[in-house]
């Protein structure tokens, strides 16, 4: 499988983590920062949060690892949760954005 089929359904997995608190996906809301596959098929992933103390972050990040680590082929998963850039509204996708009423 190629880089770019593995990396469409780590998003497609990724797409079925939320946040408790918010009913759109963490990857429409503009969460996932970078999502890299080596060539060992191990997977880097950065990811942040609506905000530094949410007390979801740890159910969503295992939400997250869990789901990318059942996708056929992937190695090792790193998960970094990182704060730079901060999260904003800006981050969020159209459909996001619609679907909380910012649009």
Request: aromatic share 8%; glycine share 4%; hydrophobic share 40%.
């Amino acid at each position: 499988m190629e880089k770019y089929q593995i990396e469409e359904k780590i998003v497609e997995m990724i797409k079925t983590v939320y946040d408790p608190e918010i009913p759109v996906n963490i990857y429409d809301l503009g969460l996932i920062y970078r999502i890299e596959v080596q060539d060992d098929n191990s997977v880097e992933i950065d990811m942040t949060l609506t905000a530094p103390n949410c007390p979801a972050a740890d159910f969503m990040m295992e939400d997250v690892r869990q789901k990318v680590e059942s996708v056929e082929g992937i190695g090792e998963v790193k998960l970094n949760l990182v704060f730079e850039p901060e999260w904003s509204q800006d981050l969020m996708t159209e459909e996001a954005k619609l679907e909380l009423g910012f649009l």
